[in-house]
């Protein structure tokens, strides 16, 4: 009936340029060949334009990048079919421990990703680590217990308990024991955070009065611990799941300063934000972001707060 | 903000030299159509579909009005856009109906009363990031398998077409039809007009 005029069919036909733009080989010919189809009519130049500028916005689905599985599993060595047989032929407790020194199987193994790196590493025993940017975790069996030290960084435990078998998360100088647990541990300049969304766990400092500094978590609870410190605040399980964001590549800001929103984006990025003016620093914002969203930040600093936004090298300087 | 270069006018055709002063006042049209007629679209959508019943028509409807608002636009920039776009649109029901000969006076009454509700300053242009990711990953996992796939490997991982044929173990041809479909899947999920149940 009306074959090539209707919106259905000139949208289809724009989608096809655009695609061919993105996707295959973009010749000059078809660069000439699409300005005279636009040229055409005016229907043609608007359909063209709504699905360009709508599929550039479609860019924070790159955000969407799920976090690569680790492929080899780490198993911790012999792990428990082994371990059983110790407590059966307790003798043996010694040539076992010679035999798990000589084991094949990786002992120890290190995990890192680098900064705007998601990893989830699958252990044997079926307990998930998932790493965040800029992460480092070593994994080692020693004395029974499974230690996984978060060397530097942030992650997430989902711990499948084992009474035998303790898992232990060493940081900072602290350890955080599970007992039946998901957690998260994040070290950073201001100290360790722990906090604990399922289960229970018990926090401890690895050296001085440990009975002192030693607290049983329960779901949303917060441990920060410094050197000398400790306190423990509680969340509520929203604003922790907030927090966990990043697992889905997101951040989730609620009344957040302009300066750290841009200091959370900076951890995922090596194209740094910096937020050059004092005032502007302190505007609040609301919103979710892509762990990778620094130019849609940047551009939405920009139409929204007014802002200035000059990009240089890895450095984007938004002032005012 | 991407629609900057690639958008330059095919220079010599006839209908250039009819524009005065044809690429400088194309291209502020072009911007001016994405900054400030394109946010505009769910709300848009919203009023013809209150005030239109055929619903296969509407997608013809935001059509014509986008290409009238932007022919206006290339003479001259309209000051609001806002009210520009629903007036363009409230016209364009009215002569509708005359063309019907329906004309009835109760509809095109309504449709005054709903370009005054409608016509204040949107909500829509202050939603800016909130939850935008959130539904782009809703629509994505609503496109079929197939085409979800090849939108994720083009998209997302950043492959070209062929590379995603060759991913896929499917012909270009297919993959090509994939990743048409997907985009104006997502693209109409960003301006949050349509969608299918």
Known sequence: MRPQHDADSIEAQAAEWLAREHFWNWSEAEKSALESWLAETSAHRVAYLRLKSGYARTDRLAALQPAKSEGSRFAWPLLLRVAASFVVIGVLGVAGAFYLAHASRPQEAAYSTPVGGHEII???????????????????????????????????FKITHDDDHPFVVEAAGHRVMDLGTEFSVRDDRNGLEVALVQGKARIESANGAADQRSAVLAPGDVAVATADTMSIRKETASDIANALGWRRGLLVFHNTTLAEAAAALNRYNSNKLVVADAQAAKLTINGTFGTHDVEFFARMAETVFGLHVTAKGTTTTISK | MTNGGGMAEAPGTDRDANRKGASLSASAAEEWFVREVLPLEAALMQFLQHNWRNKSDIADLRQEVYVSVFDAALKEI?????????????NLLINRLRRLQIVPIEAVADVDALVAAMDQPGAERTVIARDDLRRLQAALDRLPPRCREAIILGRIEGLSGRAIAARMGISEQAVSVHLINGMRALVNEVYGGERKP
């Open chain 1, 122 to 156: 699958r252990l044997a025993d079926g307990s998930e680590i998932e790493l965040n940017t800029s992460t480092t975790v070593q994994l080692r069996m020693e004395a029974g217990k499974r230690i996984a030290k978060l060397a530097r960084g942030e992650a997430f």
């Open chain 2, 78 to 90: 309209p000051a609001h856009a806002r009210a520009f776009v629903f007036q363009t649109a409230r």
